[in-house]
Each structure stands twice: as structure tokens, then as C-alpha cells.
């Protein structure tokens, strides 16, 4: 009672779910242009996730290769369907597909019933799994935002024994981070981290729709794979005109984030976005754009790695924290980028 009693009053009031307004990128979120200066490691096609375990693994469509210290890549191995996710320990290497899990060990394969698996960390023996929704492929993100789903589940795939739900009715878990506290999982749609078991989110709204988590030295590693826009949070509010959109337009047309910059004049711009002088202005609104977030042990932002939307490394799906380094996959820039990675 009291829950639906709050949705009417924001609905009202234009406030809390209902609200159209995007928090501002400041303090540690300030945007720069550290990924436009990054190294670059290796060009691969829409790179989607980083593991490491024996060796480096990045998936990109439907190839995992294996990435060499000098930036040098190996085909791994090739499936028939896109690999949506990655974990590796050891010699051990989960690899999500759109309607189940390979889970590869030397010459021994299994198949883990886990549909539209977005997420996978390595807990001990177990693999903990985040389902993106229960109706939707991973391919269908866009799908999914726009039906305002919260479908997505959270799973325990012990050795042996079927897969166990931890979470229900998520709204595209996207990002696992194993901690001494539980588990945290990164829920994209609705712009948060929440720690299983606990009612309050440890991040609240983010500026953007976050993705994988990784460990980082002292904390975190935060990927964003899109900003959050008004026109957009405008449009995810009239149902009416959203599921039209859906109907009448194809996807990579609708008003709806990206992972990377237009490439059609088919393409939906907002206002402030249009050209000057034939450049896009760096702090234009945009569909598509490059963030990583450093957190601390406690989950708090304390730096961030922007390219804008004047820049090329958007759509950041990954991030894998080598030491000296980190390795980030930029989906739409179809680079794997290294950042400096020894901070406090």
C-alpha cells in the first residue's frame, strides 16, 4: 500500500521514478578526456568483455581471443552464437551465451541452463551468474529499457547441483562484485549498485547505465556502457509513444542510449547536439558515451574516464585491472584500451 501510495505522489509530482531530471556530471564523475588519450592496446570489433585467468580472454561477437602482452591477439575459440559474457580462474573459463552457459575446463565442457546471462565472477567453486531478463536476449537490451523491464535475476551455479536464485525482479543486472560483505550487483536500469540481502543501494543514481564490475586495488572498477539523457528518461515515461516506437521504427533508430556515435543520419539528435562549424561540441547531449569510475573499497566514486561526445571510446562494457595498468573494452570505439591503474 504505502509503495503504491509513493508511485502515485511521484507520478504526481513529477518526482523520484517519474522524474525526468539526470544527475550532473560532477566532482569525481567531472568529465575529461582520459580514454581519447589512452593507449591503445589492440583495434577489435565491438569488444564485449575481459577475463583473466591463465591468460587473458576478450570476447568480441562471437570469437574469444586470447590478448597478448604486447597487445597481440589470438582466436581462442570460436561458437556459434555470441558470447555475452565472460569469467575465468585458472584454467576454468564460463562463458555466457544468449540462452545458456559454457563453462570450459581443458578438454571437459558443460552447459549451465542460465538464460541471457550479462555478468559472471568466479566465487571459489562456485559461478555466480546475473540474468539480464527472463524475456529478452542480451542483444535486446534496448528491448528490454524500453518495456521497462525487471525481469533479471541473480544465480548460484554450484558443481553438481542446479542453479540457485539469489535475486529476483532486477532490472537488467548487468556487473558482479564479489566482497568480504556479499555480493554486489550492478542493476543498469535502474542506474544503482545493491548489495543482495540489504534494502538500500550502496550507489544510487549514476548519470549513466552502469555495466561490469571489477576488482581494482583498494576498490572498484565501475564501467557506464551509456549516459542517461532526459529526452530519454521524457520518452521512457509515455508508454504510448514508446511502444510505437517500437513498433514502427527499427531499434538503432529509436530515441534510446548507444553504445556508440551515430552512424546514420537516421540516427535521432537532440538539439544541442547538432553540429557548429561542422564539429560536435564536447559537452553536446548525447545517446553514446565513454565512462569508467573508480570506486573506493566502500563504493564511492573517487575518479572517472571520459570521452565525450565529441569522442570516438564510447559504449565501455569492461574494465580487468592489471596492476600497473587496466584494460578497458570500448564497444563502440572497437578498441581495447589501457589506463594508468596504481591508484590509492
Not at 592496446?41 to 597478448?68: E, H, W
Amino acid at each position: 500500500m504505502i509503495a503504491w501510495l509513493r508511485t502515485r505522489v511521484d507520478s504526481f509530482l513529477g518526482q523520484g521514478d517519474a522524474a525526468v531530471t539526470v544527475p550532473p556530471m560532477d566532482g569525481a564523475l567531472s568529465p575529461n578526456t582520459r580514454l581519447d588519450r589512452a593507449d591503445l592496446i589492440a583495434q577489435i570489433p565491438t569488444p564485449n568483455d575481459i577475463a583473466q585467468g591463465d591468460a587473458t580472454y576478450v570476447s568480441s561477437g562471437n570469437t574469444v581471443y586470447r590478448l597478448g602482452p604486447a597487445g597481440t591477439t589470438e582466436p581462442f575459440r570460436h561458437f556459434a552464437e555470441p558470447v555475452t559474457s565472460l569469467a575465468a580462474q585458472g584454467d576454468r573459463l564460463a562463458v555466457g551465451q544468449p540462452n545458456h552457459i559454457l563453462l570450459l575446463q581443458g578438454v571437459t565442457e558443460t552447459t549451465l541452463p542460465v538464460p541471457c546471462p550479462t555478468a559472471l565472477a568466479f566465487m571459489g567453486d562456485t559461478l555466480i551468474a546475473t540474468q539480464g531478463s527472463s524475456h529478452n536476449t542480451p542483444a535486446q537490451w534496448k528491448h528490454d529499457l524500453m518495456q521497462r523491464g525487471s525481469s533479471g535475476a541473480v544465480w548460484q551455479i554450484a558443481p553438481g547441483s542446479p542453479p540457485k536464485p539469489l535475486a529476483t525482479g532486477l532490472a537488467w543486472p548487468n556487473g558482479i562484485a564479489i566482497t568480504e560483505g556479499g555480493i554486489v550487483i550492478a542493476e543498469s536500469w535502474r542506474h544503482r549498485l545493491i548489495r543482495l540481502g540489504q534494502p538500500n543501494p550502496i550507489l544510487a543514481d549514476l548519470p549513466g547505465y552502469p555495466a561490469r564490475l571489477s576488482p581494482a586495488q583498494n576498490g572498484w572498477w565501475l564501467s557506464i556502457f551509456a549516459p542517461r539523457g532526459q529526452l530519454v528518461e521524457f520518452v521512457l515515461r509515455e508508454r504510448r509513444y514508446c511502444t510505437r516506437m517500437m513498433a514502427e521504427i527499427e531499434p538503432d533508430n529509436w530515441l534510446a542510449p548507444a553504445l556508440s556515435p551515430p552512424k546514420s543520419f537516421l540516427e535521432p539528435m537532440m538539439g544541442g547536439a547538432l553540429r557548429t562549424h561542422g564539429f560536435a561540441k564536447p559537452w553536446a547531449p548525447s545517446n553514446s558515451y565513454g565512462l569508467l569510475v573508480r570506486l573506493d573499497a566502500r563504493f564511492r566514486p573517487i575518479r572517472s574516464y571520459h570521452s565525450r561526445a565529441d569522442g570516438t571510446r564510447h559504449g565501455i562494457t569492461a574494465a580487468l585491472d592489471m596492476g600497473n595498468r587496466v584494460l578497458v573494452a570500448s564497444h563502440g570505439g572497437n578498441a581495447i584500451l589501457s589506463v594508468e591503474g596504481d591508484l590509492p
